[in-house]
């Protein structure tokens, strides 16, 4: 098939099977067993995509996804986009582990998790920081022991975002403490649902509790679900945030794309419209170039997935993605907070709208967006060393 005959089947099947209520800014299904579906739009939707295979449409068809090619795979993001349809899937199985898996699993690990990722049927939570170990991650003190065909885990996570709706973790662990620190470590998948896990909320000053503090008391990980080999796991854990910093998943949900019309339409309608454009030129101007850097920033990613051969998501050089793309997070949130003037700050329910709290809440989370998967000093380390050959 060409592309453009490819390009015609997929909109015709967008079209009669994307239900208007999956399409523009709304819910969107992570797979975890603990979360039901609200609207039934999108459990149509899930049910739908998992059944073509396109929660995770450039995985091979044997593991549950579409077998797309990459040229294929971005015909759809625009189809997708095209009609603003919401990604049916989204969650650490799609984005994280599972494209870790497929690098790094064995053949029975991809047969056993991956199809489950596919089929919406599971989430995952990651087990990487520890009170004593974040930016320093190698420095990680929570242990793993072999007995007999188990891994008996001890010590703690913390900031496990969603840990309290996950089915599964990925975490890293210590499995050798004589060995320089980041060849002791190894990468587990164990079940959450087991007497040895205890999952501790940690509730924000917002009153809302996104993620825990996740302690391991002679948990237990089976032995055949260490990834990639023993006291090997850095090599494993590193390539697995390269895919969680790469943007891939953004590009595809077209997210940023409601962002930016949202922001424009709030724009006009605070400021007024002078021949369909905002009409104060300052204001104009700061929304434009936001608007410009963010396209600058989404054909980039494309360049990257189109040069791919196999679609591989790049190596160190996705550090700069997650570095421009959280900085652009944050104009946003301080352009609309500010367009809002007096209401773009609001967090006193008497006093001010839901959607004005949401707001002030996404200010605050874009802050939180330049720390999580490693902080952008960090990431400006890892450009200046790995990418750009500068000195330690
Ligand atoms: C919203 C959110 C969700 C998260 N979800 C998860 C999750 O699901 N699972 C998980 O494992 N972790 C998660 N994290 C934790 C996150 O990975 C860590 O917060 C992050 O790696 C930073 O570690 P830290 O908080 O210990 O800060 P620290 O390492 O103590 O750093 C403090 C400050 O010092 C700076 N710094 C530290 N070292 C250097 C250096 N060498 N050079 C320059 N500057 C440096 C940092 O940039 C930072 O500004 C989440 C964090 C957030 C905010």
């Known amino acids: 098939m060409t592309l453009q005959d490819f390009r015609l089947e997929t909109r015709a099947w967008l079209e009669e099977n994307c239900p208007p209520g999956a399409r523009g800014p709304g819910e969107v299904y992570n797979g975890s067993t603990k979360i039901r579906i609200q609207d039934p739009d999108t459990r149509l939707w899930v049910e739908r995509m998992v059944e073509k295979g396109w929660t995770v449409p450039n995985w091979p068809k044997e593991y ?33 582990i599972g494209p870790t898996l497929l690098e790094f699993g064995t053949q029975d690990q991809k047969l056993r998790h991956l199809p489950r990722i596919a089929g919406a049927q599971v989430e995952w939570c ?72 205890t999952v501790k909320p940690i509730r924000l ?60 339409d709030v724009a006009k309608s605070l400021l007024g419209e002078t021949d369909g454009r905002i009409a104060d030129p300052v204001q104009r101007d700061q929304v434009t170039s936001y608007q410009m850097d963010m396209a600058s920033l989404r054909l980039t990613q494309r360049r990257v997935v189109e040069e791919s051969q196999d679609g591989a998501t790049p190596g160190p050089a996705t550090s700069i993605f997650k570095v421009v793309s959280t900085d652009l997070q944050k104009v946003h949130s301080d352009l609309l907070t500010r367009l809002h003037g007096s209401r773009g700050f609001g967090v006193d329910e008497g006093q001010f709208t839901a959607a004005e709290i949401a707001m002030t809440k996404q200010f605050f989370f874009s802050r939180a967006a330049s720390i999580y998967s490693g902080s952008n000093e960090i990431q400006r380390n890892i450009i200046a060393k790995r990418v750009l050959g500068l000195p330690d």
């Open 64 to 96: 549950g996804g579409g077998g797309l090619s990459t040229a294929e795979y971005v015909v759809l993001m625009e189809e997708m986009r095209r009609i603003r349809a919401r990604p049916a899937l989204s969650g650490f199985g799609t984005s994280m």
């Open 126 to 197: 990651q087990g990487y920081s520890e009170p004593g170990a974040g930016s320093d991650l190698a420095s990680l003190q929570t242990q793993a022991v072999l007995e007999g065909d188990s891994y008996i885990i001890n010590g703690s996570k913390i900031w496990t975002s969603g840990a309290h709706n996950a089915d599964w973790m990925f975490i890293l662990v210590r499995t050798d403490r004589q060995a320089p620190k980041h060849e002791g470590i190894s990468f587990l998948l164990l079940p959450m649902d087991q007497p040895g896990v």
């Open 205 to 264: 000053l917002s009153g809302d509790s996104p993620f825990n503090q996740t302690f391991f008391d002679n948990a237990v990980a089976a032995r055949e679900d260490l990834v990639g080999e023993l006291n090997r796991g850095w090599t494993v854990g590193k390539r697995l945030l390269q895919h969680e910093r790469s943007g891939m998943e953004s590009l595809v949900a077209g997210g940023a794309n409601e962002r930016d019309v949202a922001l424009t």
